[in-house]
């Protein structure tokens, strides 16, 4: 039952004491304030890791060749493995039941020229498939596709800043320009989740890549991405066949950890994901260490407060006031002050992580924050603190004998 006259006494006694209150209050709004910037750091840490893997699709499976450590049916160690558009073919075939996309990527560095304007870029010769692995987005034109890949088209797909370095203001598609003193045709330009970094490529079909090499058929490595169906145990297995397949075509030790690399992006992300977990669950524990410090001192003052408040209480006692009701008065103060000065901290929490927006990148921590749910944990955390924290002063207090309290000085 809502009792006015108690909360107007509550308040009354907060204002007639403030700076004890302000002491009280100060220790739970250091707690709760230091609390909620290392979690939303540590949720930092995460959107970091989400960052840097949302630039290709998480279904994603790369496959890298190496240099073999072990001798195996006759053929030596430290032999070079070399994929071919074969090896592409056969995990086509082989698999088509679990993979959706697939692409080969040869990655060269080379000058480009248009007109008076040259760089240094990144190309990489792939598939169609490709858009959709790196989650390439075309601002203009198009991307390669079959047609480019059947008649060894000499066409180029190039990043934003690609065209802002040589075209300017121009509007690249359509215009000719050299790679390596090759002439190619810009049909579409694209931007990249990735950044700068990504956005400084230039793709060409993999085929007059292929042509342009000495008319070879190897490829530098292999992407390919799984049905989301089967997921990340399924992925695990698929990974481990393709690997398993590879090794067997180019005769390579099944227990060699060198020859074929694959790679999962999702297994990568769970594993970085696992760290960040185990990192805020660290910071998670010093923040509830400091804010039962603050609890502790809440505590410590409300036992001089009870002290102070004796002869009172002994009054009300013999009034007839029962020893619930000196408990849930005394509960009742210490939750307030824990609520008000808990949540002024969790105000100044939020308002440092909303501050620091994007300023931490370097250190890995992006967009820090805290969670709906995170809050309503904290409002929970801080009426269990409340009630612990003047939980033993008032049981104190309800034990106190009214004539002892009368003779207190």
């Not at 397949?245 to 999702?266: E, F, M, R, T």
């Not at 669950?281 to 509830?288: A, C, E, K």
């Amino acid at each position: 039952m809502f009792d006015l006259d108690r909360w107007r006494e509550i308040f009354q006694t907060i204002n007639k004491n403030k700076l004890r209150t302000l002491l009280a209050g100060f220790t739970v709004t250091l707690g709760i304030l230091i609390f909620t910037i290392l979690f939303g750091m540590g949720n930092g840490l995460k959107n970091t890791f989400y960052k840097f893997f949302q630039d290709d699709a998480q279904n994603t499976i790369f496959i890298y060749s190496g240099f073999t450590s072990k001798p195996f049916k006759g053929f030596k160690e430290n032999r070079r493995v070399e994929f071919k558009n074969e090896d592409l073919e056969l995990l086509k075939e082989k698999f088509k039941d679990r993979i959706e996309y697939t692409t080969a990527r040869i990655t060269n560095g080379v000058t480009v020229k248009y007109k008076s304007e040259y760089g240094n870029y990144t190309v990489r010769a792939v598939h169609p498939d490709h858009q959709y692995l790196e989650k390439t987005i075309i601002d203009k034109g198009r991307y390669i596709n079959e047609n480019d890949i059947t008649n060894d088209a000499r066409i180029a797909v190039i990043g934003r800043l690609v065209e802002k370095d040589l075209f300017g203001r121009e509007n690249a598609i359509g215009k000719y320009f050299t790679l390596n003193k090759i002439v190619f045709r810009v049909v579409g330009v694209f931007s990249d989740a990735g950044g700068d970094r990504e956005e400084r490529n230039i793709y060409t079909p993999v085929t007059t890549q292929q042509l342009i090499y000495k008319n070879t058929d190897k490829i530098d490595q292999i992407n390919l991405s799984y049905k989301m169906e089967i997921g990340p145990n399924g992925a695990r297995r698929l990974a481990r066949e393709i690997e398993k397949v590879l090794k067997n075509k180019h005769n390579i030790a099944p227990s060699d950890p060198n020859g074929i690399y694959v790679q999962s992006v999702i297994e990568d992300l769970e594993q970085n994901l696992q760290i960040a977990n185990v990192l805020q669950i660290i910071v998670l524990w010093i923040g509830i260490g400091t804010l039962f410090a603050g609890v502790i001192g809440i505590s410590n003052i409300m036992v001089y407060i009870v002290k102070e408040r004796t002869k009172e209480l002994g009054i009300r006692k013999a009034l007839g006031a029962k020893p619930g009701s000196v408990i849930g008065m005394i509960l009742q103060e210490t939750i307030v002050i824990t609520m008000l000065f808990g949540y002024i901290g969790l105000l100044i929490g939020n308002f440092v992580l909303n501050s620091m927006g994007d300023k931490l990148e370097d250190w890995f921590i992006t967009n820090p924050n805290v969670s709906q749910g995170t809050i309503i944990m904290a409002t929970i955390i801080l009426i269990l603190s409340g009630l612990i924290a003047g939980y033993i002063p008032a049981r104190r207090a309800a034990k106190v004998k009214p004539i002892v309290a009368l003779r207190d000085e």
